[in-house]
């Protein structure tokens, strides 16, 4: 379930770029003037167009704070394009598309903590390490699993993992280390 989860996610990032691309296909240039198109007011302005709507400085100012770098003409600017029939449809199907996958993320999400419950003390536990988060600790436990006993020591598990020091790799080969206990097969 974490790897499907994974995909989504990944699903959802590449029709929020579908949607840039349809955007810079209607000549809105908005990822010139804001530094995430994923941002509020961003979003708040490509909601706007996907809604059929031609943005006025009323529109603008409704969602404009004064940390963005660019001004209320340049976003303005930046959002009139040649908006068609077609690239209005196109943009509402990817939105409906990001509601839908963003809702089953969320249900696989209640799934993993529902699954994951009888473990929260290891979760915990692993949370502490610095750079774990939440998701990272669930990714972990769902890969390795918790019979930690299959690994003999934590260098047969860096290896099976994948980042033990010298894991000498090539076109898929392994060639032979030093380290007695690393795989070579």
């Not at 990944?10 to 995430?36: F, G, M, Q, W, Y």
């Not at 939440?134 to 994948?162: Q, R, Y």
Request: proline residues 2%; hydrophobic residues 40%.
């Amino acid at each position: 379930m974490t790897r499907y989860r994974k995909k989504l996610i990944e699903c959802i990032a590449a029709n929020k770029n579908r949607i840039n691309r349809i955007l810079e296909d209607c000549n809105v240039k908005l990822s010139s003037v804001v530094s995430h198109t994923g941002g509020v007011v961003a979003t708040k302005l490509i909601d706007k167009l996907i809604d059929g709507k031609h943005l006025t400085m009323d529109d603008i100012e409704e969602v404009y704070h004064r940390r963005l770098q660019a001004t209320q003409e340049e976003l303005l600017e930046a959002c009139n394009g040649c908006i068609t029939a077609h690239h209005v449809f196109m943009l509402q199907a990817i939105r409906d598309d990001i509601a839908s996958t963003e809702a089953a993320i969320s249900k696989i999400d209640i799934r993993i903590k529902a699954m994951l419950a009888p473990y929260a003390n290891v979760m915990e536990l692993l949370k502490e390490v610095p750079g774990l988060s939440t998701k990272t600790v669930e990714d972990l436990v769902a890969e390795i699993g918790l019979d930690m006993s299959v690994f003999p020591n934590e260098k047969h598990l860096c290896s099976w993992i994948g980042i033990a020091p010298g894991n000498n790799e090539s076109a898929g080969k392994k060639k032979r280390t030093n380290n007695s206990w690393q795989q070579t097969g």
